[in-house]
């Protein structure tokens, strides 16, 4: 199982980016998504998560601002993040579970600053 995010930078306040998640190694249509991000020092707070039919589910933090999709012919997962704010700055994970074990793809640095 193998799993990328990337799409992370820098932006300024009430801006957007579009992280993606690329996945391998395992039936991805099958298996939900989940989005996280840490801040060294702090607890890893987790963001959202999309169910392999879709369904999606978000933190109270980034609830109407942040949008989690799939692309399951791409194997694909994003998090569209709109009006970001300086503490939305973190690295941002995605993961999953197959079978029992979780799996962690390296994250992608987002930074929100003017």
């Known amino acids: 199982v193998q799993l990328q995010a990337s799409g992370g930078g820098l932006v300024q306040p009430g801006g957007f980016l579009r992280l993606s998640c690329i996945a391998s190694?395992?039936?991805?249509?099958?298996?939900?998504v989940d989005w996280y991000r840490h801040v060294p020092g702090k607890q890893r707070e987790w963001v959202g998560f999309?169910?392999?039919?879709?369904?999606?589910a978000y933190a109270d933090s980034v609830k109407g601002r942040f949008t989690i999709s799939r692309d399951n012919a791409k194997n694909a997962a994003y998090l569209q993040m709109n009006s970001l704010k300086p503490e939305d700055t973190a690295v941002y994970y995605c993961?999953?579970?197959?079978?029992?074990?979780?799996?962690w793809g390296p994250g992608t640095q987002v930074t929100v600053s003017s």
């Open positions: 993961t999953v579970s197959v079978g029992s074990s979780g799996y």
């Open positions: 190694g395992f039936i991805f249509s099958s298996n939900a």
């Open positions: 999309i169910t392999s039919r879709s369904r999606t």
